[in-house]
């Protein structure tokens, strides 16, 4: 009992030194390096089958890409149920230290991993002071799709923009203990050149200051975002989701919830969560909805919680709980379908 007690205040301690929940242990075993070796060539193979080298802005390539990771059982199986992303702007910075973005599963393999490209090289280190094996993955960034084809305008920012353009590994922090991905990055301090030629080049569109956007035509951008090219074209329930998704939204600017929210990160938060499209609020609306439910946000400028007045916090949940009814029943048909045997992409669970 004594060295259990004890064991617990070590692990308290370290919790309010803020390390992270996987902070740095003992020594990986013999069996845990073959494990992690075994999931790096299964994630490099998932990543060369999907999406191989092509033209940086090969837009077939690019779908195969999407439709491909999105749908890999064994890579979304690797993931953890939220996976930080997010630059490495410098090596030498912990994850603890690094400020990165909340992801569900779905939105990593959908929206930005496609982005990069992959030939297969990769390699494996243990990193002693996270406790986490690095998986190393050779990449090339696809900087030449149309601008509704990204997540959001990266070049609102010129040194992300800059960075992702110079990408040349993409890095997986796996946890040995549960074997799952914890955190995932991208980098330009590789040790060799992108994996084919990334012409540098300026931003696709002026930055207008609005993460979603008209395009000429009268359609919403980032296409991406909509879900095109993930669900099947014939779901019925994709006019809803943005229908709804709009109204949720609505509130979410109410609730001066876009005041954070948003890729600018104005609240300079270490791990932002991104709710200025529906793709990201699908990633999130789980959480977001209990969040609100419990007074935890929105908060204020010192970071307390500072609980919405009653009239603006029940419209929120109302359309925020019709947002994530449109979407279960988004994804259920996409289920029925596949298991019906139609062509198609899979659900997005």
């Not at 790096?40 to 990543?47: D, M, N, R, V």
């Not at 990165?100 to 030939?119: E, I, K, N, S």
């Not at 609102?156 to 796996?174: S, T």
């Not at 200025?276 to 935890?296: C, M, N, S």
Request: charged residues 20%; glycine residues 8%; hydrophobic residues 40%.
């Amino acid at each position: 009992m004594a060295a259990s007690w004890t064991r617990g205040l070590a692990w308290l301690a370290l919790w309010f030194a803020g390390l992270p929940a996987w902070a740095a242990g003992s020594e990986p075993s013999t069996q845990q390096w073959a494990q992690a070796r075994a999931a790096a060539a299964e994630i490099a193979g998932a990543f060369t089958r999907h999406c191989p080298v092509a033209g940086t802005g090969d837009q077939p390539a690019f779908e195969q890409c999407r439709r491909g990771l999105f749908g890999d059982a064994a890579l979304r199986d690797s993931l953890d149920a939220i996976v930080l992303w997010g630059r490495q702007r410098d090596p030498a910075l912990s994850l603890q230290a690094s400020s990165l973005t909340q992801f569900a599963p779905d939105v990593l393999t959908g929206l930005y991993m496609p982005l990069f490209m992959f030939d297969g090289q990769h390699s494996v280190r243990y990193v002693a002071s996270e406790g986490l094996f690095q998986l190393r993955f050779a990449t090339a960034f696809r900087n030449r799709l149309a601008p509704g084809q990204f997540p959001y305008p990266f070049w609102h920012d010129a040194e992300k923009w800059a960075m992702y353009q110079g990408a040349n590994e993409v890095l997986l922090w796996w946890e040995p203990m549960r074997g799952r991905v914890k955190a995932a990055q991208f980098t330009v301090h590789g040790t060799q050149p992108p994996v084919t030629v990334v012409k540098r080049m300026p931003a696709p569109t002026d930055f207008s200051g609005q993460w979603m956007w008209m395009d000429a035509q009268g359609r919403t951008q980032p296409k991406a975002t909509l879900f095109d090219g993930l669900y099947r074209a014939d779901n019925p329930y994709l006019g809803q989701l943005e229908g709804s998704y709009k109204r949720l939204a609505l509130r979410l600017r109410q609730g001066e919830c876009d005041s954070c929210h948003v890729p600018s990160n104005p609240g300079k938060s270490k791990r932002l969560v991104l709710l200025q499209t529906p793709a990201h609020a699908a990633g999130e609306i789980g959480r977001l909805l209990k969040a609100v439910r419990e007074d935890r946000m929105p908060r204020d400028e010192t970071g307390i919680a500072n609980p919405l007045d009653a009239a603006t916090k029940k419209a929120l949940l109302e359309d925020g709980e019709a947002f994530a009814s449109v979407l279960d029943a988004a994804r259920r048909w996409e289920t029925q379908a596949r298991m019906a045997g139609a062509a198609g992409t899979p659900d997005l669970r």
